[in-house]
């Protein structure tokens, strides 16, 4: 499939549909490189575009509730840069945004809370601020002692 049928695969619900292509142009304005690659197959793009094919995709079904899990897994560095300040851009335009994320330090530049979870439990809560005062979250998660 390329990549716009992957996008519209997305607004699959009838009251989405009719806004299909204003979704769509949401999607191209937030990743302009998709506009470019838009009849190309999804499949054979890199793993940072199809990540954003992903997110688009779930863009178009216009969710108030967006889940991400493991977004920057096996991104390069710049990748994971541009694809946070674009979670940050969805969430600034009124998408609540649930995150996993093993990269601590880019999951806690854009929390407003956060929940540190050890072999399934949360050991851990509150604000990036206070859970970076925390040494055992320096130096388990972030390399460093408090």
């Given at each position: 499939?390329?990549?716009?049928?992957?996008?519209?695969?997305?607004?699959?619900?009838?009251?989405?549909?009719?806004?299909?292509?204003?979704?769509?142009?949401?999607?191209?304005?937030?990743?302009?490189?998709?506009?470019?690659?838009?009849?190309?197959?999804?499949?054979?793009?890199?793993?940072?575009?199809?990540?954003?094919?992903?997110i688009g995709r779930a863009l178009?079904?216009?969710?108030?509730?967006?889940?991400?899990?493991?977004?920057?897994?096996?991104?390069?560095?710049?990748?994971?840069?541009?694809?946070?300040?674009?979670?940050?851009?969805?969430?600034?335009?009124?998408?609540?945004?649930?995150?996993?994320?093993?990269?601590?330090?880019?999951?806690?530049?854009?929390?407003?809370?956060?929940?540190?979870?050890?072999?399934?439990?949360?050991?851990?809560?509150?604000?990036?601020?206070?859970?970076?005062?925390?040494?055992?979250?320096?130096?388990?998660?972030?390399?460093?002692?408090?």
């Amino acid at each position: 499939m390329t990549v716009e049928e992957n996008l519209e695969i997305g607004c699959y619900v009838p009251s989405v549909r009719a806004l299909r292509e204003e979704s769509l142009e949401r999607v191209y304005t937030i990743f302009p490189i998709l506009r470019e690659r838009r009849r190309q197959v999804a499949g054979a793009l890199s793993g940072g575009m199809q990540q954003m094919v992903a997110i688009g995709r779930a863009l178009m079904a216009r969710p108030r509730l967006l889940l991400l899990d493991e977004p920057s897994l096996g991104l390069a560095p710049a990748v994971v840069d541009h694809l946070f300040e674009v979670i940050m851009e969805i969430h600034q335009e009124g998408v609540a945004v649930l995150l996993v994320e093993q990269n601590v330090a880019k999951a806690l530049e854009i929390a407003a809370r956060a929940y540190v979870l050890e072999q399934g439990r949360v050991v851990s809560s509150g604000t990036p601020i206070e859970l970076l005062r925390q040494p055992h979250i320096q130096e388990a998660y972030l390399g460093h002692g408090g």
